[in-house]
């Protein structure tokens, strides 16, 4: 009796155990420049081309780097991403929120008014897809660069989307899992979300070619 009692609770704790460590809370810092290595397979496995995709014939390593484990916790949005970011042209970041687009989750953008017109800006891309955008109505730079993910992973820090960040910047990104830290993040864009509504414009906001 006593013998199966203690088997019974050790084999609660031991699920119990188990259970906090697959809820651990996400910590990750990354940083950057990143070497190189492909992320074609991962972003093809995440557009679901039915089965598992081809190698991809590229000479690039297919070992996780800084930029490869910034696209997991990207596509691993289930149902809503708020992007708020001064640059965005990295095609491969431009790919993946097209990915999360066509999947059904709820993307919503907010970026510098004077950078998303840029040359290589993955801006218009997203627009023509419906993906809600809106900019900075006022003078000064919009320039967060912040994702929050399901309303509960928060990826931030010093890194633009762009290629040249990513590859030959010194940048730096943290990925946390925390409500404390998450909500005051969440909080500032739907202030500027607001802020950028574009029945508030002005006559002489900027305003790019795809608005």
Known sequence: MRAGLALGLGLGLALLLAARRRRRAVREVLFFPSR?????????EAEGRGGRP??????????????????RRLLSARRSLELCLFAFSS???????????RRGVRVRVVTDSQYMALRGSQIGVLRLLGIQVRHNQDVA??????AIVDKKLLITGSLNWT?????????NVVIMEDAEYVRPFLDEFERIW???NPVLSTPNCHRCLAC
Do not use: Q
């Open 54 to 71: 081809a190698p991809c014939p590229c000479p690039l390593p297919r070992a996780d780097c800084s930029f490869s484990r910034l696209l």
């Open 36 to 44: 190189h290595c492909c992320t074609e397979e991962l972003l093809a």
């Open 91 to 101: 095609p491969e970041l431009g790919r993946a929120v097209c990915v999360l687009h």
């Open 141 to 146: 730079f919009m320039h967060h660069k912040f």
């Open 163 to 171: 290629v040249e960040a990513i590859h030959s910047n010194r940048e």
């Open 194 to 196: 607001e802020e950028c």
